[in-house]
């Protein structure tokens, strides 16, 4: 079966560094996907691991380690518009490639 | 970039009608998308996997005669939501895949806005 686990809810104060973790256990594996998404909106792409070790974008970094399932975003000197939800999902391998995606965090970030 | 839009971005409609939403990818043609439910503080739910020129693969648990998608075309597919309920409200999203899987180092999906759908 497909699972992945994300925390539900987080808060933090501006400027400061938060990390969402993500675990996984799915059949299959083809890549991480990291998705913003605000309230009323689609989701939005942050990033993509397939590798395991860290991938740097900005103020956004996602480390992936396969052997252990494990996913984690972290954002950097946060600002208010990052309030939003973020959500991990899992892309398949074989067939269509589906992406199977965690319970979203949502965060709170605070001034 | 690549950009997915859907029609409508709301819609309101009585219990028992049908309702009709398009998703298009603009700037890009898509062999695959993907149609997905989400209810309110809850993560986004595939419900179909839409390919161009052949029948669509439900996720278990839609029902297929409730839930109609057609993929005409590269760059259109619909999804009718038959016979609609006040349970069947939610937020309705589309995405397009570049291309064909395997084609491109990640198999990105790209979504639409959404279609929030009310039903009385």
């Known amino acids: 079966g497909q699972n992945i686990d994300q925390p539900t809810e987080m808060t933090a104060t501006e400027g400061a560094i938060v990390q969402i973790n993500c675990t996984y256990q799915?059949?299959?594996?083809?890549?991480l996907f990291w998705y913003q998404q605000h309230a009323g909106e689609a989701p939005t792409f942050l990033s993509y691991?397939?590798?395991?070790g860290l991938e740097e974008k900005g103020r956004f970094s996602s480390f992936l380690s396969r052997s252990k399932g494990y996913s984690y975003l972290l954002l950097k000197e946060l600002q208010m518009k990052d309030s939003a939800s973020y959500l991990c999902a899992v892309s398949e391998d074989g067939g269509f490639q589906k992406l199977v995606f965690g319970t979203g965090t949502r965060l709170l970030v605070s001034p | 970039g690549a950009v997915v839009s859907q029609h409508p971005s709301r819609v309101i409609c009585k219990s028992g009608t049908s309702v009709k939403i398009e998703c298009r990818s603009l700037d890009f043609q898509a062999t695959t998308m993907f149609w997905y439910r989400q209810f309110p503080k809850q993560s986004l739910m595939l419900m179909a996997t839409?390919?161009?020129?052949?029948?669509?693969?439900?996720e278990q648990g839609v029902e297929k005669d409730k839930f109609l998608i057609n993929h005409a075309s590269l760059t259109l597919s619909t999804l009718t939501v038959t016979s609609a309920h006040p349970e069947d409200s939610s937020f309705y999203i589309c995405?397009?895949?570049?291309?064909?899987?395997?084609?491109?180092?990640?198999?990105?999906?790209?979504f639409g806005p959404g279609t929030r759908l009310t039903v009385l």
């Open positions: 839409s390919n161009e020129g052949s029948k669509a693969t439900y």
């Open positions: 799915t059949s299959g594996f083809n890549g």
């Open positions: 691991n397939v590798l395991d």
């Open positions: 995405s397009a895949r570049l291309g064909l899987a395997g084609e491109h180092i990640r198999n990105e999906q790209f």
